[in-house]
C-alpha cells in the first residue's frame, strides 16, 4: 500500500512541475528533467546496488549468485519490477527467496514513468497547438484515457495474474494518472473552509490506513482494494494543510515527522539490503530485539545517505552544476561496473563449482 501512495503523490508532483515548465517557459525540456530526476534518484541507488554487489560477492553461497546478481543487474538497469513479472510466471523461480534488491521494483516502475510521462505531455501539448485548442483541455483528455485504460487493464489482469498485475508498469500507470489528473485539475490545494479539509485530510489517512491493516492476502492487490489509499492519498493532497487542530496533517508540521520524509528514499533503499544481509552475518535469523536495532540502524544509514550522497547531488557545488556530463558519466561508470559484476560472478561461480566437482571425482 506504501507503493500506491507513493506513486499518486509523485504523478502529482511531476505532472504538476511538467506543466509548470510548458506553462512558463513554453515547452518542455526532456534534457533539464531527466537530468533533475538523475541527479535526485540515481546516486544513492547505484551506491546501494554497489555495495550489495560487494556483500554479495563476500558473503553470499554460489550457489545464489546468479539469481542475486540477476535482479540486481535489472535493478541497475531499472526493469526490476519486469524481471520479477517474468519469475512469478515461472514454476522454478516463483518460490525463489527474496533478494536484497527486490524493492527496486517499485523504483523501476517510477523510472519507467519519469521516461514515458513527459513524452506523452510533449505530444498532447504539440497536438493541441496544431489544432488550436486549448492544451489542458487535451491533456485531461489524453491523461483521462490512459488512466482509464490502465485501470481497466489493472482489475482485469489482478482477477487472472494477480502476481503479474503487481509488478507490471501498465497495471500502475492509473496510479501515476489519477495524481497527474489532479494537478492539471486543481494546481494548488484548496483554501480556506479548514473543517472541509480537516475532514478531507482525515478521511484520507484513514483510507490509506486501513488497507494496511486489513489487508492482507496478495490475490486482491493491485485491484479494487487499492482504490482505497489512492482515494486517500488524492484527498490529503487536495486538502492541503489544515489549520485546523484535529487535522491529523498537522503532523506533517513536527520536526520528526519531516526529518522522516526528508530521509524516506535514501531509508528505502537501505532498510531491506541491511535486513537482508545481516542474517547471513550473524548465521542465524534476526531476533524480534535484533529487528529493532537494525530499524534504528537503517535510520541512521538513511540519514547518512541523505547528507552525503544525496544532498550534494541534489544541491551541486557550482562544477557539478556547470559540468552535468562528469555526474552523468560516473553514475554511467558505476551501473557498468555493477551490470559487469552482474555478468560475471556468477560465470566465475559456476566455473568453480565444476572445477571443485571434478576435484571430488579425482
Known amino acids: 500500500m506504501g ?22 517557459r513554453g515547452s518542455i525540456s526532456l534534457r533539464t528533467f531527466y537530468l533533475r530526476r538523475a541527479r535526485r534518484i540515481l546516486p544513492a541507488a547505484l551506491i546501494v546496488l554497489a555495495v550489495v554487489s560487494v556483500l554479495t560477492i563476500a558473503l553470499v553461497p554460489q550457489r545464489e549468485w546468479r539469481s542475486w546478481f ?12 519486469w524481471q520479477l513479472a517474468i519469475d512469478s510466471q515461472i514454476p522454478r523461480r516463483a518460490d525463489l527467496e527474496s533478494t536484497p ?9 517510477e523510472e519507467q514513468f519519469y521516461l514515458f510521462w513527459p513524452l506523452l505531455l510533449i505530444v498532447a501539448i504539440w497536438f493541441a497547438g496544431r ?20 485501470f481497466v487493464h489493472c482489475i482485469v489482469l489482478t482477477a487472472h495474474e494477480p502476481a503479474l498485475a503487481y509488478f507490471s508498469t501498465f497495471t500502475r500507470t492509473w496510479e501515476f494518472g489519477v495524481g497527474g489528473l489532479l494537478a492539471l485539475l486543481a494546481a494548488t490545494p484548496l483554501r480556506g ?26 490475490d486482491v492487490f493491485p485491484g479494487f482494494v487499492v482504490l482505497l489509499p489512492v482515494v486517500g ?3 490529503v493532497i487536495w486538502a492541503g494543510m489544515p489549520v485546523v ?49 537494525l530499524v534504528a540502524f537503517s535510520f541512521l544509514v538513511a540519514g547518512l545517505s541523505k547528507r552525503y550522497i544525496e544532498d550534494p547531488f541534489r544541491t551541486p557545488t557550482h562544477g557539478l552544476r556547470a559540468r552535468p556530463s562528469v555526474v552523468l558519466g560516473a553514475m554511467a561508470a558505476v551501473i557498468a561496473l555493477v551490470v559487469g ?13 565444476i572445477a571443485c566437482s571434478r576435484g571430488d571425482r579425482d
Do not use: K
Open 245 to 293: 487542530a484535529w487535522s491529523p496533517a498537522r503532523l506533517a508540521a513536527l520536526p520528526p515527522v519531516q526529518w522522516m520524509g526528508d530521509v524516506s528514499y535514501s531509508l528505502y533503499l537501505w532498510h531491506w539490503p541491511i535486513f537482508m544481509f545481516v542474517p547471513y552475518i550473524t548465521g542465524v535469523p534476526s531476533p524480534p530485539w535484533l529487528m529493532v536495532l
Open 70 to 81: 540477476r535482479e540486481i543487474v535489472a535493478s541497475a538497469l531499472y526493469y526490476e519490477n
Open 131 to 150: 489544432r488550436g485548442v486549448g492544451s489542458r483541455r487535451v491533456l485531461l483528455l489524453v491523461l483521462g484515457a490512459v488512466t482509464t485504460a490502465s
Open 233 to 235: 492519498t488524492l484527498a
Open 193 to 218: 473552509r479548514d473543517g472541509l479539509r480537516g475532514a478531507a485530510s482525515l478521511v484520507g489517512l484513514v483510507l490509506i490506513v486501513v488497507p494496511i491493516v486489513t489487508f492482507h492476502s496478495p
Open 341 to 353: 559484476a552482474g555478468v560475471v560472478a556468477p560465470g566465475v561461480a559456476a566455473e568453480r563449482n
Open 3 to 24: 507503493v500506491d501512495v507513493f506513486f499518486v503523490v509523485s504523478g502529482f508532483l511531476i505532472t504538476g512541475l511538467l506543466l509548470r515548465d510548458a506553462e512558463t
Open 101 to 109: 534488491v527486490q524493492h527496486f521494483w517499485s523504483l523501476s516502475v
